[in-house]
C-alpha cells in the first residue's frame, strides 16, 4: 500500500489555518466525540498513482459520521435501484440543520428532503440489503475495504455506543418516518446500524482514497475495477456539491468548490474529479458542524490550486 509522505507546502497551508481551530468546538452531543484534541489539523492528498502527501499527524483514527452517509447511499442505490431509493427520499437541498425534524411534518408527502441529512440518511440505512445487522454492516466495511485497500478499517464500538445511548433526536425522526411508512422494520435495529455505520474508524489516508474512487468516477486506481457504478457515483457527487456541507453547501460552493462531505468528528472528505481525493481531520467544528479549520484549509487548497469546478 502507497504511504503517505510528508510536504513542505501543505504543512506550511495547516500552519497558516491553524489558528482557526480556536475558533471551533468539537462536538459533545456524542459524549465520546467530546474526548477529542481541539487542537488536532491533519491533511492527506491522494493522487492515484500511489502518490500522496500529507501534513499533520495523519496517523490519527477518527470516525466517518456523516461521510458515511456518502458510501450508504451508494450501496442502497447499487442494492435497491435509482427509483425506490428516490421513492423514499428527496434530492434538495435544506437550509436546516443536519438534524432537523421540522421538514418532515411541514413537507408533503413526508420524506427526506435529501440523503445527507440524519432523517435521509436513516432512511437510506433501513435500505440496505443484508439478514442482519452485521451483514449489513460488513457489506459496508466490504465497500470501504475495496476502496481503501485496507481491510484493517473496523468501527468503533466504545463511540457506536455512545451514540446509541444519546440519540433520542435520530430515535425521533426514525418513528416519525415509520408513522409515514418511508421506513420499516426495528427501530432499535436500525439505529444499532446507523450509529456503527457513523463509527467506522478511519485516518486521513484512507478519508483520501475513498474520496479519489468518487472522484475517480468509482474506479478504483490500481486495478481499474469499478466498484461503484458510474451513474450512481455521478448522484452522490452531485449531493456532496448540494447538501455535503449541512446548511453551509451553498456557501461551501462558492468558496471552495470542490465536492466534499463532512462530519461532525471533524473529518471532510473532498473529490476533485479526476484529480485527488482529500481527507482532512479537525475536530474543532463551527456552529453548523462542520470542521472550522479543515474548511478554511479546503478553501486554501482550492485557491492555490485552482481546484473549484465551477
Ligand atoms: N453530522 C453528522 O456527522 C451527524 C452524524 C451523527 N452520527 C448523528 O447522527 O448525529
Redesign the pocket.
Known sequence: MAECTYQKTLSQLVDDVKKYTKFGRVAD??PALGEADPDALSVAIYKGNGSCIAAGCIEEKFTL??ISKVLTLALAIMDRGEEYVFSRVGMEPTGDP??SIAKLESNSPSKPLNPMI?AGALAVTNMIIGRNTNEKLERILALIHEMTSNTDIGYCNRVAHS?FET?FL?RSLCYFMKQHKVIEGDIEELLDL??KQ?AILVNCHDLSKIGYVIANEGRIPQTGKQVIPQHIVRIVNTFMVTCGM?NSSGEFAIRVGIPAK????GGIMGSVPRGMGIGIYGPALDER?NSYAGMKLLESLSIKYDLSIF
Do not use: D, K, L, R
Open positions: 452531543y456524542i459520521q456523516s443536519f438534524n440524519n451514540e440519540a435520530n446507523y450509529t457513523c449541512y463532512s462530519g461532525v468528528s458542524g
